[in-house]
């Protein structure tokens, strides 16, 4: 069986389109989440799974947090400018 790469391909030329709505802002978690896998996995010299799953959860944690606080401190400076 041989896979044909030219639709595998297209699909990264094309943005997903995701929307403009409140609940789309959740799309963030998954990005988050292979963000602090990758960086662990890239970053741990010997890597125990105990303690890898609970560094990432950690990061995931720290950058969620993070991004929530930087979302609601854009939100009350564009409230602020805007009346």
Same mark, same amino acid.
């Given at each position: 069986m041989i896979c044909e790469p030219g639709p595998l391909l297209a699909t990264f030329t094309t943005p997903?389109? !995701?929307g403009m709505?409140?609940?789309s802002v959740l799309w963030i978690f998954p990005l988050?989440?292979?963000v602090a896998f990758i960086?662990?996995?890239t970053k741990m010299r010997v !890597?125990?799974?105990w303690?890898?799953?609970r560094d990432v959860g950690i990061l995931f944690c720290t950058l969620s947090?993070?991004?929530i606080l930087v979302a609601v401190i854009l939100h009350i400076i564009v409230r602020i400018l805007t009346g």
């Open positions: 997903e389109n !995701i709505t409140a609940g988050l989440a292979s960086y662990k996995a !890597i125990f799974l303690r890898f799953f947090v993070v991004m």
